[in-house]
T-cell receptor
C-alpha cells in the first residue's frame, strides 16, 4: 500500500519566492496534518484538516503560511514570501478519523531558503 | 503549552547492548506513542500505549505507559546496527483525538 506521498523531496529557493509543498494522504484517511521539524523546536504541528476542512491552524506561524485541502487526496502548504528562517523539514501525516488512530508520516520536504 | 522532556539526547552503545530512554511530561497524557526516524525519512510508529500502566512489546522493543500518566519509557533489547536512528516520544492529551506533543528525540548510535 502506498504511504503518504510528499513532493518535492528537496527545495532550495531564494528568499522572497513562493514555495508550495504537496501531499497525498493515504487513501481512506480523512485526517491530514502538516508538521515542521527543526533542530531547535523539534516537530511542531502547523495545521490539521478533517474531511478536507481545516480544524486547527493555531500552529501556523504567520500569515505568510497557508494550507489548502481541495479534495480528500491532495493538500498543499504554501509559503509566500519565503524567509531564511522558514528553512526546515516539512512533514505531512494522515490518519483515520477517531481516537487511537495512529498518524502515518510522509518522508518530508527539506526546504532551504537562501 | 505542554512540555515533553526526553532523555537522553543521544546514546552510543555497542551492538548487543540493551537501551533505555524515557519521556516525562508536566501534565497528563491519555496516549503515549514512540516513533523512530531514519535519516531522510519520516517518523515511523513503533509502539502505541493507551492505558496507564500498560506495558507493550513489539519484537525487541518494550514500552510502558507510566502510572502517573506523565511519563513513558522505551527499552530496546539486544541492539543491532539497524536500530540506529532518532527515537521520539509523543503524547496526546485528553480532550484531543489528534494533537500530539513530541519530545526532542534520542539519537541512538550502535557500534557493530
Amino acid at each position: 500500500d502506498a504511504g503518504v506521498i510528499q513532493s518535492p523531496r528537496h527545495e532550495v529557493t531564494e528568499m522572497g519566492q513562493e514555495v508550495t509543498l504537496r501531499c497525498k494522504p493515504i487513501s481512506g484517511h480523512n485526517s491530514l496534518f502538516w508538521y515542521r521539524q527543526t533542530m531547535m523546536r523539534g516537530l511542531e504541528l502547523l495545521i490539521y484538516f478533517n474531511n478536507n476542512v481545516p480544524i486547527d491552524d493555531s500552529g501556523m506561524p504567520e500569515d505568510r503560511f497557508s494550507a489548502k485541502m481541495p479534495n480528500a487526496s491532495f493538500s498543499t502548504l504554501k509559503i509566500q514570501p519565503s524567509e531564511p528562517r522558514d528553512s526546515a523539514v516539512y512533514f505531512c501525516a494522515s490518519s483515520r478519523q477517531g481516537s487511537n488512530q495512529p498518524q502515518h508520516f510522509g518522508d518530508g520536504t527539506r526546504l532551504s531558503i537562501l | 503549552g505542554q512540555q515533553l522532556n526526553q532523555s537522553p539526547q543521544s546514546m552510543f552503545i555497542q551492538e548487543g547492548e540493551d537501551v533505555s530512554m524515557n519521556c516525562t511530561s508536566s501534565s497528563i497524557f491519555n496516549t503515549w506513542l514512540w516513533y523512530k526516524q531514519d535519516p531522510g525519512e519520516g517518523p515511523v510508529l513503533l509502539i502505541a500505549l493507551y492505558k496507564a500502566g500498560e506495558l507493550t512489546s513489539n519484537g525487541r522493543l518494550t514500552a510502558q505507559f507510566g502510572i502517573t500518566r506523565k511519563d513513558s519509557f522505551l527499552n530496546i533489547s539486544a541492539s543491532i546496527p539497524s536500530d540506529v536512528g532518532i527515537y521520539f516520544c509523543a503524547g496526546q492529551p485528553g480532550g484531543s483525538n489528534y494533537k500530539l506533543t513530541f519530545g526532542k528525540g534520542t539519537l541512538l548510535t550502535v557500534n557493530p
